[in-house]
């Protein structure tokens, strides 16, 4: 698959969720205290993300 998560710690040893497409991060959360809370992030991204609503700046 091209496209997938990765979550990595940071230099705090925070849990940072990459989302990744052909190896190159796309874009990337902000650090979570646990492994639990950076995998609902995950969650949250693919059930929320589909209908996201596009906002272009003028």
Do not use: L
Not at 36 to 45: F, Q
């Amino acid at each position: 698959m091209a496209h997938y998560f990765e979550i990595k710690k940071n230099k705090k040893e925070e849990f940072v969720v990459y989302f990744k497409y052909n190896n190159e991060s796309i874009f990337w959360t902000e650090g979570y205290s646990s492994k639990a809370a950076a995998k609902n992030a995950i969650e949250s991204i693919k059930k929320n993300g589909p209908g996201a609503e596009i906002k272009e700046a003028e």
